[in-house]
């Protein structure tokens, strides 16, 4: 054994699987802006990219079943009067798309039913217009996000230190964020409630939205680049990527409800000069880092308050932009975990599937439990009264057998798993403490301890202090009172040695008091194979010659063992040792009488 143990995990083995260059999506002009975004967002149907267009602003939708080589001439989503700088698919609508552009305002656009790229042969592309315009930013519009709990909530962040928060079928912003700099990543909690954004100041800022206040203000990054945000699902947690000032990548993790510095601090991925945008996969607790400018996505799994590094997909192709499919729109027959597309050379995108390694052909329901699907837990104008709650989710199951999704109720969670803006603002309530107090509860319910009555007591400070011929003598009175109490039992035909208790009555000579250990022991008849056979190697007398033949002991030893004294076992000892030290002087002569022959012996020869 090495010594090393290795953490159990169900995703320990998961891999990376490129696709063959047929497979992909060629033929792609993605723009060469240089703000700071993924370039590129999937959904379980489309996949939408920023195009580098002229005349104005443009941006791609690929149909996730056309592969291949794309026609020179496609029918885009135009409108905006400068470069498209974000897109995002509305989570419960997999054919609503919102997008913000250079030209300060976000459109929101609804891809037309069966569309395709590939057009007759003479036919011109069209393209196609905007469903509704959401003006309100005084500059670009860096970032659009929907809301991951409500129906149509839109937040957008600008260059005017804002993030807005849009009733998308009212057309209209209904609650406006203030940042002190321009933001750089922004993310929903799961229920909608809260919202973290990370800006160029180098804060980190937790938002109550509907309060239009920050809840918890904190020093993120401490390095001079931008730095990213994503919420860890239903946790209350947030993870983030970011810069030292020493330009190494960072990896933090934050609790939400005290984030003055990260849990367990900073931990450093590299010194890559790419930013390092984070994707997190709620169903398998996996959090994937994927960097600007290197081909390399490593992936992490959250466990016990902190990162677990699993494994990473390495790649000789640089990538600018990423976006990862939402877990219902993954390939369950061949175990897909997460699937990935990365655009390489400006010129392509390259799927790569995350693969859980298993050799079964039926469904792995431990890989795959229910996942959020289409349906709002609320409307906007539910969430902007108030309203709070998780989405239903779906049984992944029914999708793997083909049919449609089983909708799962959502189960009831601790309020500590995901704070609600009341929680944060106040923290006196009542309700965080209903977890701890239920997990305080649960000792009580707990079996009780094995009787200690079960195990010996612990042996008395006078036998401790004892010697050890004592402590045999002790445990021989045991087996000698519990023989008498079964006089039937085949253990009193067997043999015990007894030599230890030749040394008691020598003590307790010295101190001139009765041996009473062994005076009990020779009230009862002892056999002389007993007495003999473990204090000298000679052959034991017979039972009927134990009274008067002490040939077993010494010559000079007296023929009753309650004469023994501790002066004769120290007669005896001596006469051993003589005898041995003469038959060790005639080995020692023996030795040089044969090195003398054989010296004689050599040189005769």
């Known amino acids: ?79 905006h009067k400068a ?64 809301n991951p709990a409500a129906a149509n909530i839109l937040a957008t962040s600008s260059g005017d230190y804002t993030v807005k928060l849009w009733d998308v079928e009212a057309g209209s912003p209904r609650l406006t964020l ?82 003055k510095e990260p849990v367990g601090g900073f931990q450093m991925l590299d010194a890559i000069s790419g930013v390092c945008m984070p994707f997190w996969d709620d169903s398998t607790q996996c959090l994937y880092l994927a960097g600007k400018g290197d081909g390399n996505i490593r992936y992490f799994e959250y466990e016990h308050d902190k990162f677990e590094y699993l494994s990473e997909y390495k790649s000789g192709d640089p990538q600018r932009g990423v976006a990862f499919l939402p877990k219902r729109g993954v390939n369950m027959h061949e175990n897909e975990v997460m699937r990935a597309f990365k655009t390489v050379n400006d010129s392509y995108i390259e799927p790569i599937s995350f693969i859980v390694p298993r050799r079964a052909e039926v469904f792995q329901g431990d890989i795959y439990p229910p996942v959020v699907g289409t349906k709002p837990a609320m409307s906007a104008a539910e969430w902007f009264e108030g309203a709070e709650g998780l989405p239903p989710k779906i049984d992944l199951e029914s999708v793997y057998e083909g049919e449609e999704p089983t909708e799962i109720p959502p189960i009831s969670k601790p309020v500590s798993r995901v704070p609600s803006s009341s929680t944060l603002l106040s923290p006196s309530k009542k309700e965080p403490d209903s977890a701890p107090s239920e997990r305080e509860s649960e000792p009580m319910k707990e079996p009780p301890q094995p009787s200690p009555a079960l195990r ?49 009555p020598s003590e307790k000579h010295t101190q001139n008091t009765e041996p009473e250990a062994i005076t009990r022991n020779l009230s009862s008849p002892i056999s002389p194979t007993k007495l003999a056979a473990p204090i000298l190697p000679s052959k034991p007398a017979s039972s009927a010659a134990l009274p008067s033949s002490p040939q077993p002991l010494s010559a000079g030893l007296p023929a009753s063992l309650d004469q023994i004294t501790l002066q004769d076992i120290k007669t005896l000892l001596e006469t051993q040792s003589r005898t041995i030290m003469g038959q060790s002087e005639k080995i020692a002569a023996l030795t040089e009488e044969v090195d003398r022959l054989k010296n004689t012996i050599g040189d005769r020869m």
Request: charged fraction near 30%; include cysteine.
């Open 1 to 79: 054994m090495s010594g090393r143990f290795v953490r159990s995990s169900k995703y320990r083995h998961v891999f990376g699987k490129p696709t063959r260059k047929e497979q992909c999506y060629d033929n792609i002009r993605i723009s060469k802006n240089a703000w700071d975004t993924n370039l590129v967002k999937a959904n379980p149907t489309y996949l939408s990219v920023n195009w580098e267009a002229s005349g104005g602003g443009a941006f791609a939708v690929i149909p996730l079943n056309e592969k291949g080589r794309l026609p020179d001439q496609l029918p885009l989503f135009r409108g």
């Open 456 to 504: 010996n007591p612990p042996p008395s400070m006078k036998e401790q202090t004892s010697s050890i011929a004592a402590l045999a003598s002790k445990f021989d009175d045991k087996e000698d009172s519990s023989s008498g109490e079964d006089d039937t039992s085949s253990f009193e035909e067997v043999a015990k040695p007894v030599e230890r208790h030749h040394l008691r």
């Open 178 to 259: 203030k940042h002190t700099d321009i933001v750089q990543s922004l993310s929903w909690s799961a229920n909608g409630s809260l919202l973290v954004t990370t800006s160029r100041d180098k804060k980190l800022r937790i938002w109550d939205v509907r309060q239009e206040a920050p809840a918890h203000v904190a020093p993120g990054h401490a390095g001079a680049k931008n730095s990213r945000v994503t919420w860890l699902g239903e946790h209350d947690r947030v993870a983030t990527t970011g810069f030292s000032k020493m330009s190494d990548r960072q990896l933090g993790l934050w609790d939400i409800r005290d984030p």
């Open 83 to 146: 470069v498209v700088l974000d897109t995002d698919w509305s989570p419960f609508d997999d054919s609503l798309i919102a997008s913000g552009s250079d030209d300060g305002k976000a459109f929101i656009w609804r891809v037309p039913e069966d569309f395709t790229l590939r057009t007759e042969e003479k036919e011109e592309p069209q393209d196609v217009a905007s469903v509704k315009q959401l003006s309100g930013h005084s500059r670009k519009v860096g970032h659009v996000l929907f």
